[in-house]
């Protein structure tokens, strides 16, 4: 995959809590996510950061990815793409559930959203943005944020790092439940559709998981030689912990 990294201003904001209690599938260390195929589907709580966004209350549109009680980050392309979508009173987002029906997930209005200052809507250089919900949420088994790197970390060649979402397998199929989407060295992965805006997430020895990067874009879903591209957390950490005025 493709991590990209903007210029950042140096900042070191204090950490927040964040689970290190989440237990993915065991599967071998080597392997590779295979173009079109969902590897594992998820069971509750597997991934309690895991966030579906609805547009309309209609329908999901994308991924993100819970942080804090109160704040989520995403894809600012999946929010901006057009002027409708950057109002909030659009947007409810479904935490603590691996169905893409919401089904015994909890409902939580957004209440504000942020873009990142530097987006380009064109290049899709820093494609972040941060969601605030209406009221902070109530951490449980299923629901709880993901560990945020300061800018300084450093995601080491063959961590084990995951994709999750409700992504297509194929080009214009999504999936009905949330869907682990593979498994690698920090080297080779591709995003489905539909996961945009979703985690990706790496595990540190000491047993904590960590946000290494918010699923952006890709050509198509899983072509070869076309990597997912994923916008590099610890070159906005800054922007992040000022906004949530740590």
Not at 114 to 123: A, G, I, L, Q, T
Request: charged content about 15%; proline content about 9%.
């Amino acid at each position: 995959f493709c991590l990209v990294t903007p210029g950042a201003a140096p900042w070191t904001a204090p950490s927040l809590p964040c689970d290190s209690s989440a237990s993915p599938p065991k599967l071998p260390l080597l392997t590779n996510s295979i173009p079109g195929r969902c590897d594992l589907t998820a069971a509750r709580g597997e991934w309690p950061w895991q966030v579906s966004l609805w547009l309309r209350r209609k329908e999901h549109k994308c991924g993100a990815v819970l942080i804090a009680d109160r704040w989520l980050l995403s894809a600012a392309h999946c929010l901006l793409s057009f002027c409708s979508y950057s109002d909030p009173r659009m947007w409810v987002a479904f935490l603590g559930t691996p169905f893409l029906s919401g089904i015994d997930g909890k409902m939580e209005k957004i209440f504000r959203i942020y873009k990142h200052p530097f987006y380009n809507v064109y290049s899709l250089d820093y494609d972040v943005a941060l969601l605030e919900l209406s009221t902070p949420v109530k951490f449980s088994n299923t629901i709880k944020p993901i560990c945020l790197p300061d800018n300084s970390h450093i995601f080491h060649e063959g961590a084990r790092c995951f994709i999750t979402g409700w992504g297509s397998t194929k080009e214009g199929e999504p999936q009905p439940r949330l869907c682990m989407m593979g498994t690698a060295c920090v080297t080779l992965f591709l995003s489905p559709q539909g996961d945009a805006g979703g985690p990706l997430a790496c595990k540190e020895p000491s047993g904590k998981w960590f946000l290494a990067g918010i699923t952006s874009w890709g050509y198509g879903c899983a072509r070869p030689y076309f990597p997912g591209v994923y916008t590099k957390v610890t070159a906005v950490q800054g922007w992040i912990a000022q906004n949530l005025k740590l």
